[in-house]
């Protein structure tokens, strides 16, 4: 496998064409937006010139790198003969069975199509593909920054093969990430395990218990944690944590995955964390967590 196509040039999107380009694969990275293409490209070059001043990398392997990766905005012709597609658009049901029908109608038989949805049921979105294809889908959830961030949950569906899942894991491991597999239930593991923990802090904060400060003070002092949950929370995003809960609440139909009204109440805001410029830390001024921004 050497030509893969990368659906949203996003953060996880320009994130997951950077790991590939750099370990030498011919990657097309396709959005809609031409602006979203160049911003990818600029956050994909910035990330590599840090990486050149550190030493990890050369001047040389970042011209390689950038010149491994090619922009569209028409999906039919970004998908044309690849071996792999990552599509990692916004975390929407919706959207990604939208995409899946057309890489089902644009892409080879052969073709295996990945998603890194980080909640969503892989055999879901599997099942608006046709019946022969349904082998061929997996999910990759990578983790956000996608370049430093070793781990990849390889989730397979009710249909994915032994084949599409070997090749995948072996894959991932060309990318130097760790791969471990995982059964297709609602957040998978990280997120059936961090999402609560994240809800449990935003309710600690809701009923009172403590400050923003104090609870991730608690856990990073406390657990060793590099960053308290609700820091954590604000650099996901709030409104990609409502989602994840939404879907393990949809599937579980366990009021322990209810979200927190606070956290339902804050994206209705618009409050969505470092995106937005403000959380549950203020990022008007610094992306560093420093300022606390929640009053009750």
């Not at 991730?216 to 609700?230: F, I, N, R, S, Y």
């Not at 995955?257 to 994206?267: E, F, I, T």
């Amino acid at each position: 496998m050497k030509n893969i196509a990368v659906i949203g040039a996003g953060t996880m999107g320009n994130g997951i064409a950077h790991v590939f380009a750099q370990s030498g694969f011919s990657v097309k990275l396709i959005d809609v937006s031409e602006k979203a293409l160049e911003k990818g490209i600029n956050t994909i070059a910035a990330n590599l010139d840090r990486m050149v001043a550190k030493g990890s990398i050369t001047e040389e392997d970042k011209h390689k790198t950038i010149a491994n990766i090619i922009t569209y905005t028409d999906i039919e012709d970004g998908v044309v003969n690849t071996d792999l597609v990552v599509e990692a658009a916004t975390e929407n049901v919706d959207l990604k069975l939208k995409i899946f029908r057309e890489l089902d109608k644009y892409c080879s038989a052969d073709t295996i199509l990945a998603t890194n949805t980080s909640s969503i049921s892989i055999t879901q979105i599997a099942a608006v593909t046709a019946p022969a294809r349904q082998d061929k889908v997996i999910g990759m959830h990578f983790m956000n920054p996608v370049p430093i961030m070793k781990l990849v949950e390889i989730i397979r569906g009710y249909n994915t093969s032994d084949a599409v899942t070997k090749t995948i894991m072996e894959m991932s491991e060309k990318l130097g990430k760790v791969p471990v597999e995982v059964n297709d239930y609602p957040g998978f593991v990280a997120n059936r395990i961090l999402m609560p923990m994240i809800n449990e802090a935003i309710e600690t904060l809701y009923n009172g218990v403590a400050g923003v400060y104090e609870i991730d003070t608690v856990m990073k002092l406390g657990m060793a944690h590099p960053m308290g949950p609700l820091q954590l929370a604000d650099f996901i995003g709030l409104d990609v944590c409502l989602s994840i809960l939404n879907v393990m609440y949809d599937g579980f139909k366990n009021p322990k995955y209810a979200p927190c009204p606070l956290l339902v109440n804050m994206v209705r805001a618009g409050k969505l964390g470092v995106k937005s410029g403000e959380g549950f830390y203020d990022y008007s001024e610094s992306k560093k967590a420093e300022k606390v921004a929640y009053k009750k």
